[in-house]
């Protein structure tokens, strides 16, 4: 999986990287010649007093060496170059991946868990990418090229590698198996770390209310604990690693010393042969060493493209169509639609749940006409309204607009026609002017100022000093509740659509303002389809229609006079707000 990941985004930069493994190749040829030179002068130029020989041999090592260390440089700078570009290419795919998710794939997988994959273990793989470039290409022709050399040096000395190399990969290999399993654990704990500490950030005002800063300390310290004693294991390991490579090597010097020494003395073998046997035995095992080091990474870089190629293979279950319906556009561009929207037998379940959240549910809503939607809570209310966006897409039966069925359309157009106010209002750091043109991004001044008064927020924004230029924090926590929702609905209000989703948007804002809102929306939406969902029974008391959801299907449909008089259970929700004199 890391080769097929790797290879994937590596090859546009396969021009770099032959050119990388070339300079990597006469890089190493030039380490395995400096020996043999070295040899040569020790027995043949030194013996024989030929001092031009020397200067001669000398001036070629000088060579070889400084044409080693340029191929060296430009070797890691390369190296560094395709790995940097790996991995910005592969958090923007990721990204675009899960910008293409449904609700139920972010769920599945979860916020904490992406924002690791994005970030750690991108990072990981990358690393891995660079030694790869730097030392693993240049391991195996060392290693190769070391044994070739030392034969040639002395066959029988050799025979040590028989012996010595088998006994180095025994070793390393049993240790980095101990390795696989905690690097893998460690990669899931890292996810348990971004989920506590993202939640622990996001609501540090309920910890602060509810003085639980103590448990919330130590729910933390327990994932954090986890982490550091999974990591101390694989840690330990790996500094295993390092003196059981040390040794073989120190034991593989005084051996070859050993029966070098004999061999010298028997006139089978030069001194010169001897040295340069001893750095062809260095090369092979540091060799072994470098790829001890590039295995020791690429258990944990192996884990880590796993879970990459995970998001990347998962298929979102809304799909764009392969032939989408074209609408018809207007003189200025925009999609022309009257926005009628027709639920035709829908049904919703998610995946494994026992039992479907909507069943065989029918209503049309009508341009010109405000439909709301009201129910206890868990009736399915906004998930009826998530399937019009095409946030789901419904297990059974069709959402259409126009008649068309929205899994027909493509998502710029269909998301062109609809301006959705979600529950809890999201607003993104930047400006006040920036967050409107989320809506409609050439908005004027003029649009951005109006859509503020119908959304009740122009006092607020107009008493900030810098006005529509105003910072936004992340989420909008500079403002109150109520104002971040009164600033979401002037970003619906701005797009101008043909479809309005207000899901229970008006219960952060005062009966008063809530009366002002809906009374100045009246005007703006009145050839446009509205959909409400709401608690509050003020809220959509003047609706055209309103439906009463229980258990996930309609069971009352009228007007709030026709349903207060024959219908318990919008009764219920009536009396438990307000006295039936009020309701009348």
């Excluded at 198996?177 to 893998?184: E, L």
């Excluded at 330990?236 to 390092?242: D, E, G």
């Excluded at 561009?333 to 049904?347: I, L, N, P, Q, Y």
């Excluded at 029918?362 to 809570?377: D, H």
Aim: overall charge negative.
């Amino acid at each position: 999986m890391l080769v097929q990941l790797v290879g994937r985004y590596v090859r546009p930069y396969r021009g770099a990287v032959a050119l990388l493994l070339l300079l990597q190749l006469l890089q190493t040829l030039a380490s395995l010649y400096l020996p043999t030179l070295n040899a040569d002068i020790i027995d043949g130029g030194v013996v024989k007093g030929d001092i031009g020989y020397i200067w001669t041999t000398g001036g070629w090592m000088l060579a070889v060496s400084l044409g080693q260390v340029v191929a060296s440089v430009v070797a890691v700078y390369l190296g560094a170059q395709v790995a940097t570009r790996f991995g910005r290419d592969l958090r923007r795919d990721l990204f675009g991946t899960v910008q293409t998710y449904s609700a139920r794939e972010m769920a599945q997988i979860g916020a904490p868990s992406l924002i690791t994959r994005t970030t750690n273990d991108v990072q990981q793989v990358q690393m891995t990418v660079l030694m790869t470039f730097t030392i693993m290409v240049m391991a195996p022709i060392m290693l190769v090229g070391g044994v070739i050399m030392a034969l040639q040096e002395n066959v029988e000395l050799s025979g040590l590698l028989l012996v010595i190399v088998p006994v180095l990969g025994i070793a390393v290999g049993l240790v980095l198996w101990r390795m696989v399993p905690h690097f893998r654990v460690m990669q899931k704990q890292i996810d348990a770390i971004n989920e506590v500490l993202r939640e622990q950030i996001t609501g540090l005002r309920v910890i602060r209310a509810f003085v639980r800063e103590e448990r919330e300390t130590q729910r933390f310290a327990g994932v954090n604990d986890a982490l550091f004693d999974t990591s101390l294991r694989a840690g330990r390991l790996m500094a295993l690693a390092f003196p059981i490579v040390m040794l073989v090597m120190n034991g593989s010097s005084v051996a070859v010393l050993w029966f070098g020494a004999g061999q010298i003395e028997s006139g089978a073998m030069q001194i010169g042969s001897l040295t340069a046997f001893l750095a062809y035995l260095m090369y092979i095992l540091m060799a072994v060493m470098m790829s001890t080091m590039m295995v020791m990474m690429v258990p944990r870089a192996s884990v880590a493209g796993e879970r990459i190629h995970e998001v990347l293979s998962t298929e979102s279950s809304v799909v764009e169509p392969t032939s989408p319906v074209r609408l018809e556009r207007a003189d200025d561009g925009r999609v022309a639609s009257r926005g009628e929207v027709t639920f035709d037998g829908v049904s919703f379940g998610y995946p494994g749940a026992e039992a479907p959240v909507l069943h065989d549910l029918s209503l049309v809503a009508e341009p010109g006409r405000t439909t709301a939607i009201i129910g206890s809570t868990g009736s399915g209310k906004t998930t009826l309204l998530n399937l019009v966006p095409r946030l789901f897409d419904a297990t059974a039966g069709a959402v259409r607009v126009d008649g068309v069925d929205v899994r027909d359309l493509s998502q710029k157009d269909l998301g062109s026609l609809i301006g959705l106010v979600p529950q809890k209002a999201f607003l993104f750091s930047g400006t006040v002017a920036s967050n409107l043109r989320y809506g409609k991004p050439d908005a004027t001044e003029a649009e951005m100022w109006a859509a503020l008064e119908v959304a009740q927020a122009r006092d607020f924004v107009e008493a900030l000093p810098e006005g529509l230029e105003a910072p936004v924090a992340q989420g909008g926590t500079t403002f109150s509740g109520g104002q971040r929702q009164r600033l979401a609905i002037a970003r619906a209000v701005i797009r101008d659509p043909r479809i309005y989703l207000f899901d229970d948007c008006f219960s952060a804002l005062d009966y008063a303002t809530d009366a002002a809102l809906r009374a100045a929306l009246a005007p703006r939406t009145g050839e446009s389809t509205v959909i409400v969902v709401a608690q509050r029974v003020a809220t959509i008391r003047d609706a055209d229609q309103i439906l009463v959801l229980e258990h996930g299907r309609i069971v009352g449909r009228g007007t709030h006079a026709e349903l207060l008089a024959d219908n318990p259970t919008y009764q219920e929700i009536v009396t438990s707000q307000m006295t039936l004199e009020e309701a009348a």
